[in-house]
Structures are given as structure tokens and as C-alpha cells.
Antibody, heavy 119, light 107 residues
């Protein structure tokens, strides 16, 4: 079945780096754009970044621009989020989600991976 | 920048009640609006897209309407399984903008 599985979360100190992965299965990964969306504890959903199906274009929320990098390896059906210079306010559950490039809707979400930034 | 405002923030209703949640955009977004249901500890689940299109597999008691700047999500007969937080989302081009959420509980 169609599935997204995130990994790579953990506890890190401010200023450190972390790389999240999102493994896709059950669909043609290379045909879909992909988003990262995060949710701080007890808070709402916040868009982080998006990458086009072919990896040619990436866009970021202002809060992470210059610190986070979204990328993908279509040969491995995997999406990544490289997070550098982490701050306490980056603490959240990070979800990867599939973008249907036909009508732009975001239809499939992973279960999320928790990132905690604390000294 | 476009902002999405949901109301109410919390809602308590009885089983079988008709429930309506409103989402307002700070400028016209045509029909580029989706609704999600999120249960505690779980990922969001797509219910409605393009303001009124029901996602496959979603019960027909959920419906969406609106265009431009004002949208509604309606649950025609609230069920215990509908206890969750509901989010509206503007989507188009490359970015996503979410409303603040509406927490729905059973009275």
C-alpha cells in the first residue's frame, strides 16, 4: 500500500545538525512532489519545505530558509531534510507528505518523527 | 502574505449533531482549500480538497463548501470517531498555509 515512513529524529543540542529521511513505497515516487510539514508540541501544523518531483526546484518557509535543505534520491525512493544550526523553536514532529502534482493536493502523510532541540 | 483563520477554536457537540467549522482567507484563494482531520498522536488525514471534493474513502457525512475567502467544513451527523482537531489548508503553487485548527469534542 502507499506508505511514507520517516526516520532520523532525536534529541540534539542547539546549533547542531540532523538529517531526516522519508522512505516512500507503494507508488511511483519520482512522479510526485514532496513536502515537509512540522508540528511543535501542542501546536498547529507549519509548512517547512517542498521539492518538485524531479528535484529541480525547492522552496522553504522563511523560518528555516538558509538552515534547512530538502533533497531527494528518486533511485532510492527517499526524501531528505538536512537541518543545520538547529534552534529550540525547531522542536517538533516532522512529517513528510506527498503532493499530487495533478491538482497540488497533499494526500498522503507519514507518521512523523520527533526532533527535540535542547541543551 | 495570505493568512487562514479558523473558527471556532474549540467545539463541543452531541452525537448526531450537525457541526460546522469555518475557515476564512485574508485574500481570495479561489477554491484551493483542503480540510484535514488529525487525531492525537497521528498524522493529518485528508478529508476534502478543492474546497468541496471528498477524498476517496472519507465518509459522506463530511462535506465542504465555499470559494474565494470563506469556506466551511460540515459534519452532518457527529460520530464518536470524529473527535479530533480539524485544520483547513490553502494549497497552490509550492507553499502550504494552515489554519490554527478546531478541536471537536463530544458533549
Amino acid at each position: 500500500q502507499v506508505q511514507l515512513v520517516e526516520s532520523g529524529g532525536g534529541v540534539v543540542q542547539p546549533g547542531m545538525s540532523l538529517r531526516l529521511s522519508c522512505a516512500a513505497s507503494g507508488f511511483i515516487f519520482s512522479s510526485y512532489g514532496m513536502h515537509w510539514v512540522r508540528q511543535a508540541p501542542g501546536k498547529g501544523l507549519e509548512w517547512v519545505a517542498v521539492i518538485w518531483y524531479d528535484g529541480d526546484s525547492q522552496y522553504y518557509a522563511d523560518a528555516v530558509k538558509g538552515r534547512f535543505t530538502i533533497s531527494r534520491d528518486n533511485s532510492k525512493n527517499t526524501l531528505y531534510l538536512q537541518m543545520n544550526s538547529l534552534r529550540a523553536e525547531d522542536t517538533a514532529v516532522y512529517y513528510c507528505a506527498r503532493r499530487d502534482d495533478y491538482d497540488s493536493r497533499v494526500d498522503i502523510w507519514g507518521q512523523g518523527t520527533m526532533v527535540s532541540v535542547s541543551s | 502574505d495570505i493568512q487562514m483563520t479558523q473558527s471556532p477554536s474549540n467545539l463541543s457537540a452531541s452525537v448526531g449533531d450537525r457541526v460546522t467549522i469555518t475557515c476564512r482567507a485574508s485574500q481570495s484563494i479561489s477554491w484551493w482549500l483542503a480540510w484535514y482531520q488529525q487525531k492525537p498522536g497521528k498524522a493529518p488525514k485528508l478529508l476534502i480538497y478543492k474546497a468541496s471534493s471528498l477524498e476517496s474513502g472519507v465518509p459522506s457525512r463530511f462535506s465542504g463548501s465555499g470559494s474565494g475567502t470563506e469556506f466551511t467544513l460540515t459534519i452532518s451527523s457527529l460520530q464518536p470517531d470524529d473527535v479530533a482537531t480539524y485544520y483547513c489548508q490553502h494549497y497552490y503553487s509550492y507553499f502550504l498555509i494552515f489554519g490554527g485548527g478546531t478541536k471537536v469534542e463530544i458533549k
